[in-house]
């Protein structure tokens, strides 16, 4: 079982860093490989709606996404894992979700299959404010995402009220929520 953790934060060491290297430890601990992807270490282009992905299934634009196709094709699992900016996701991990086009082509224009059935996904996001709707833009977005790649949607931890740095160790169920999490997937 191959788990894929995206990264989308440009917080490394912050809360949704440490939320993301726990769930990959409880997959680990439950047996599977774990790769982490850091997207704001990563040259990803926006989508620049050139439309070749309809052409024959592949970006024409050449950048990190090239390694990332090929890791979510191979991904037993995927978590996305973000902080909340203005409701939705930051531009870094943004940029990638939209370089996934290259998905819906495959399936909704050139009808081809999914690399692999019976996929898990799961998304971990960190808020600083207490909204009522403070994940549902972010959420929309990663399950049209997962929706493309034929990944189901299967879990969620989403933490209101943290924003500063490390603060997310004094959550009192959030590091514990996150290794289960992980631990499930991986099943």
Known sequence: MK?????GSPRMGGNTDTLMDEA???????????????VDELDISPCGEFNGCS??????????MD???ESLDEADAVIIGSPIFFYGLPAQLK???????????????LK??????????????????KGANLFDGAKLTVKCMFDVMDVDYSDELLVR???????IKKHPT???????LGKKLAK
């Open 55 to 64: 052409m024959d299934g592949n970006c024409v634009i050449h950048d990190n």
């Open 161 to 167: 009220g943290v924003d500063r740095k490390g603060e």
């Open 24 to 38: 990959l430890r409880g997959a680990r601990d439950a047996g599977a490989f774990a790769e982490k992807i850091v």
């Open 3 to 7: 788990i894929l953790g995206i990264m």
């Open 112 to 129: 081809q299959e999914p690399a692999k059935r019976g996929r898990k996904g799961a998304f971990i996001a960190v808020g600083a404010t």
């Open 95 to 109: 940029a990638l979700v939209d370089r996934c086009q290259v998905f819906w082509a495959r399936k909704y224009v």
């Open 174 to 180: 959030a590091m514990k929520d996150a290794y289960e």
């Open 67 to 69: 390694d990332i196709y």
